[in-house]
């Protein structure tokens, strides 16, 4: 199979598994979304939905989070963990969006990365679930998945995110993303990976690590 054959594969398969695809973090606006991708970071998705109606409660847009005092946001996103680090970001990155952009979060990647806290990944994740834009957002599952489908050598998210975004139709990416994020979790993880139940890996997954696969199990 060429790369363009196994793209289309990917593509083919996915839609079938999932036609409608959820979003993994509750959020009811761009803002709600931000914070909740800015919790995400070395946390998981469930985790953080179980800690963000605590806080949106208590302050769902930057007016109120910022009458918040960093300690108490820390106090609430305390079991999503980095909380000293992601508290001062949510409080500086809500100031910010009140000085230079009326409150609201800005719609290009460029302002976002600028924002305290924000990266290139959370950055992507809000342009293309708040603001419909193009994006890759290259997370763990992504990363690895690439990986073994053998589409992406994987050195770094970089790498990924530009090998994704050259083999897939750039109408796709916002859905795929997501599509692979599911799939990962629920059919090729890290751990306790399965590969009888994870049918893409089995049809298209890269030489070596189906032999690595096979001589453990």
């Not at 979790?185 to 049918?199: E, F, H, L, T, V």
């Amino acid at each position: 199979m060429t790369k363009a054959q196994k793209a289309q594969f990917v593509i083919d398969t996915l839609r079938e598994i999932y036609p409608t695809i959820p979003v993994p973090l509750d959020h009811k606006d761009p803002y709600t979304l931000l914070i909740a991708v800015l919790m995400s970071a070395q946390s998981t998705d469930v985790r953080v939905n179980q800690v963000t109606p605590l806080l949106f409660a208590k302050a769902d847009n930057p007016y109120d989070m910022v009458k918040l005092s960093v300690d108490e946001i820390r106090e609430i996103i305390k079991p999503v963990g980095l909380s000293p680090a992601k508290a001062k970001g949510i409080h500086g990155l809500s100031q910010i969006l009140i000085d230079k952009h009326d409150g609201k979060v800005p719609q290009s990647f460029e302002a976002l990365e600028e924002l305290p806290a924000v990266g290139h990944k959370t950055a992507s994740v809000v342009m293309s679930q708040a603001f419909g834009v193009p994006a890759f957002p290259v997370d763990t599952h992504i990363h690895r998945l690439m990986y073994r489908w053998g589409l992406s050598d994987g050195k770094n998210v970089v790498q990924t995110e530009k090998d994704a975004k050259k083999l897939f139709p750039e109408a796709l990416w916002n859905d795929l993303h997501l599509q692979i994020i599911w799939y990962g979790r629920q059919y090729s993880p890290a751990r306790g990976w399965d590969i009888k139940k994870d049918i893409i890996t089995a049809t298209i997954g890269r030489k070596e690590v189906l032999e690595e696969y096979f001589k453990k199990h």
